[in-house]
């Protein structure tokens, strides 16, 4: 099977059931994305696929509908994507572990919903669980990338 | 405080040592009369030197030896040696184990672990307890009881002065100049007329001058980093996914293993049927390993799956049937026979209980699982030559060096570990089983790198959990005050069991068992604390703050009730009591921050406060909440904390507002409960934490009245549940008396 993540093609031969997030690690060698929970209960795994945040543990590697972007495809360190470089401003990190996926799902918060209330922060990042408490550098730098974003 | 402080001031040398291409700056320690069994390789008046600054053509490295554990402490370390060294944290690098094999010597581990029990700590606690298996103990690399700042807040300081000393006077000698005339910056010398030497052109000749000793440390007015706002070291690379933890490691020729435990923890192994497992996909090989199975294979989510279709057949726990049999064991530990200690008796308690109206209260801690992000991972490979290799994230690392040694048949000191980061641990990396199984499978197959990594359900369902406890309170009032206070506390012993896992008795009591409550700083008239061990329970382990996490509860909330009983306020009458500067301090810093006028705030709204002292932090916390419609929603938290010193403000801040959502989110909702020996809650949907629409704004202060350094890695967890049973009490009228609070209350 084939599948393309951050902008290069792959020639894949997998179980048709093994989940996209076990291709993206041990496969692919992309490791920026995390293993946490493997029933979308954590959200560490997040991905985009043509855009929309996934939980790569949930996503067969059979049914990879399009595009994959990771946090490595997103942006790195030389060119950061707004997300990260907010990320980074607000000092979110602790651990770190969750981050990628808290990344991932407000970088897709953000492409949809430019000006998000602090409702839609809330619904959008509810289901990425951060061990260490980052949650209230989380908000700030979810509305410090929103605003870079809209100034662009 | 005295004890650490003495050793520390009395053994400082700071030493030098040529190593290839460069230089090594650290601490000397000399071999002492008294039996190291850690370095039997060094003989009496010999020294080793434990290295925290290296320097050589590629740049200058930081030797962080904590472990980093999410709490930002390999830039705290650099923070702290970079200030004197005159360095840029930006140009050099921090490096958690040892640059080399030599580095990683039995008398560096010892050496760091030396000054690593400072005054309050988990550690100097359990020192306390039992002298000979603790001093073994302590003797070891560990981080843990929020001592790495403690503990590096001079020694590290002193480790960059002397070597940026030492540099000037290598520099001094290259240009025929005085030292004293010099001056450094950015990692450089600079001489008077201008002339610069990088610190990495002096590494060589620095390495043969003799090391410049009592450097005065800098006043905090010259200080550039310290108390400023720094960028962590690791921000861009967690910000990024390009952090590299244990479980994204990658070793030539690994394979991947998954284990099968007995779901009944510790149960046996009696047999099992893997052929299905075998014919599976990837998969190599099934293999026995210490309670139960190992699957080997090519892909970390084969090894998994593979592990999942064996059919085992299990033995049984050795613990309680049902929880009701855990809680029983815990009551029925209230007795003289299981007294463990009763290190606060004030006043007559007997007298003042039989004199008033008593108030009688009991509660209750369940287990917690630590549930880090990152599930429990380590690659081990047995090598040829009768060494070994581990990548893991540890705190621990000298049981991991003892442990594979004795499983592979080799010496401990020819057992290399690459410490990793840590994606969170909560206490979860202070336990070795991950490593000591992937050791078991990687001595079947020598050479083979192997990379064991639990899955979610086993991490959970296998943590050796947070303590379950229960405590009885009892007290009177009079006249509108508290009059007398008794409060038990039952749990088993954290220590023994933690201990007893790595063949280390703990005789006498276990201070951990009355930790967070009998020091506390209120002066009631007549005040008892007393401990109970509770023996046959399940297997546990040391969880964020440790013995505080259930007492810091147990303590206020028996409080809140006989101030409720006196007709008090919460605030008021803590303030009346507290019998500490500090800790008056951090109340009235909380009171003002929240605005605190009573702890009902109008209708269906109310906030409440707590103060613990762990880890020799006072730590006072309001709680404000307000009962909605979808259920209780905690609005705003209010900390402050006696810190000393803040070393980081930005990481601070950070680490203290999650400690209260660590503490906020496991009070609402978590618990593990055992059937059977097996625990019910095996992922994140049963065991969920604080979630983001759920945390409230934290407003976080740190005071700096203390004369001691202190770490906040745990404080900030014992306050924030009686903080929040305090509030939703006058919010709602309703007493919360057992944890999880979502048993009794809906939470929106």
Redesign the interface.
């Known amino acids: 099977m084939q599948i393309t993540v951050d902008g290069t093609q792959h020639e894949l031969d997998v ?1 048709g059931d ?2 996209l ?2 291709v993206l ?3 692919l ?1 992309v ?9 979308a ?2 959200g ?1 795994c997040t991905v985009h696929i043509d855009g929309e945040a996934v939980r790569s543990c949930q996503v067969a590697a059979g049914d990879v509908w399009g595009e994959v972007t ?3 495809g997103l ?3 030389g060119t ?1 994507h707004a997300v ?1 470089a907010a ?2 401003e607000h ?10 996926g808290q ?1 991932m799902q407000a970088a897709a918060l953000l492409a949809e919903t430019p000006a998000p209330s602090d409702a839609d ?3 959008a ?2 289901g ?12 700030a730098a979810v509305k410090t990338a929103a605003k870079t974003l809209q100034e662009g | 405080m005295g004890r650490a402080r003495t050793i520390a001031r009395r053994t400082f040398l700071i030493g030098s040592a040529a190593i290839a291409g460069g230089v090594a700056f650290g601490v000397w320690r000399y071999k002492t009369p008294y039996a190291n069994p850690l370095e039997p390789g060094l003989a009496e008046g010999e020294a080793a030197l434990t290295p925290y600054v290296k320097i050589d053509a590629e740049g200058v490295t930081l030797i962080t030896p904590r472990a980093d554990k999410g709490q930002g402490a390999y830039h705290v370390q650099a923070a702290l040696i970079a200030e004197e060294l005159d360095v840029n944290i930006e140009d050099i690098k921090a490096d958690p184990g040892p640059p080399s094999a030599a580095y990683w010597n039995g008398a560096l581990a010892e050496e760091v672990a030396e000054f690593s029990v400072p005054a309050g700590g988990a550690m100097r606690a359990v020192a306390e307890t039992g002298a000979g298996a603790m001093m073994k103990f302590i003797g070891l690399q560990i981080t843990g009881g929020s001592t790495t700042v403690p503990d590096a807040w001079e020694k590290l300081r002193a480790a960059g002065a002397s070597a940026r000393e030492t540099l000037k006077q290598a520099a001094a000698e290259e240009w025929d100049l005085r030292a004293s005339d010099l001056k450094t910056e950015g990692g450089r010398v600079i001489a008077p007329d201008g002339r610069e030497l990088d610190y990495t052109e002096l590494a060589a000749r620095a390495a043969r001058v003799k090391p410049v000793q009592d450097v005065a440390l800098r006043p905090p007015e010259a200080w550039r980093y310290i108390g400023k706002p720094m960028r962590r070291l690791d921000i861009v690379q967690k910000s990024t996914g390009t952090m590299t933890y244990g479980i994204d490691v990658d070793v030539e020729g690994m394979v991947h293993a998954a284990v099968l435990l007995s779901p009944a923890q510790g149960g046996a192994l009696r047999g099992y049927d893997a052929s299905e497992a075998e014919a599976m996909r990837g998969v190599t090989a099934v293999v026995p390993v210490t309670g139960g199975v190992a699957v080997i294979a090519d892909n970390t989510w084969r090894a998994f799956e593979a592990a999942d279709a064996i059919e085992a057949d299990w033995g049984e726990a050795q613990m309680p049937e049902t929880m009701d049999g855990h809680w029983q064991a815990l009551s029925d530990a209230f007795t003289a026979d299981a007294q463990d200690s009763r290190p606060r008796d004030d006043g007559d308690v007997d007298e003042a209980l039989d004199g008033g109206d008593l108030v009688e209260t009991e509660y209750r801690a369940p287990y917690l699982a630590h549930a880090p992000l990152e599930p429990i991972n380590a690659i081990v490979r047995i090598n040829d030559d009768d060494s070994a290799d581990v990548w893991t994230g540890t705190q621990i690392p000298r049981f991991v060096q003892t442990n594979v040694g004795a499983i592979a048949g080799i010496d401990a000191g020819d057992v290399r570990v690459h410490a990793q980061m840590i994606g969170g641990s909560f206490g979860h990396r202070l336990e070795d089983e991950v490593v000591k199984q992937a050791a078991e499978i990687a001595v079947q197959m020598k050479g083979t790198p192997v990379k064991l990594t639990y899955k979610r359900e086993m991490d959970m369902t296998h943590d050796f959990p947070r303590q379950i406890a229960m405590a009885r309170a009892r007290g009177t009032v009079k006249d509108g005050r508290v009059e007398s206070y008794d409060l038990g506390i039952a749990m088993p012993s954290v220590m023994g069991s933690q201990m007893g896992r790595q063949g280390l008795a703990v005789p006498g009591p276990d201070s951990q068992i009355v930790a967070g409550a009998w020091e506390q700083p209120f002066a009631i008239p007549n005040h008892r604390v007393t401990g109970y061990r509770a023996e046959g329970l399940a297997p546990i382990s040391s969880w964020r703050s440790v013995g505080a996490s259930s007492n810091g509860f147990f303590y206020n909330a028996g409080l809140d009730e006989l101030i409720e009983a006196a007709g008090a306020d919460p605030m008021e009458e803590r303030l009346r009591l507290v019998s500490d500067p500090l800790a008056r301090a951090v109340l009235e810093a909380v009171a003002e921050m929240s605005g605190w006028d009573g702890a009902k705030m109008g209708p269906g709204k109310g906030r409440g406060v707590a103060l613990t002292r762990s880890f020799g932090v006072h730590c006072a916390e309001v709680v404000e909440v307000s009962d909605t419609e979808d259920g209780l929603v905690i609005d705003k938290a209010y900390v402050a904390a006696e810190m000393g010193r803040v070393v980081d403000p930005v990481n601070f801040e950070n680490v203290v507002a999650g400690g209260v959502i660590f503490g906020l989110g496991h009070a609402m909702n978590c618990e593990i409960t055992y059937e059977g020996g097996v625990a019910q809650q095996e992922n994140f949907y049963s065991y969920e934490g604080m979630r983001l629409r759920q945390c409230p704004e934290i407003m976080v202060r740190g005071l700096e009245n203390g004369d001691a350094v202190r770490g906040i890695g745990e404080p900030p967890v014992p306050p924030a549940a009686p903080a929040l049973a305090g509030a939703i009490f006058a919010a709602t009228g309703q007493r919360l008396r057992e944890m999880p609070f979502s048993k009794f209350v809906d939470f929106a």
């Open positions: 179980e093994m989940p997030l076990w690690r041990d496969e060698g490791k920026g994305v995390k293993y946490g929970c493997g029933v209960a954590c560490a990771t946090i490595e942006g790195n360190p950061l990260q990320w980074i000092q979110v990190a602790q651990c770190g572990y969750c981050q990628s990344i922060i809330d619904a990042m509810d990425n669980l951060c061990r260490c408490g980052t949650y209230p550098r989380i908000r």
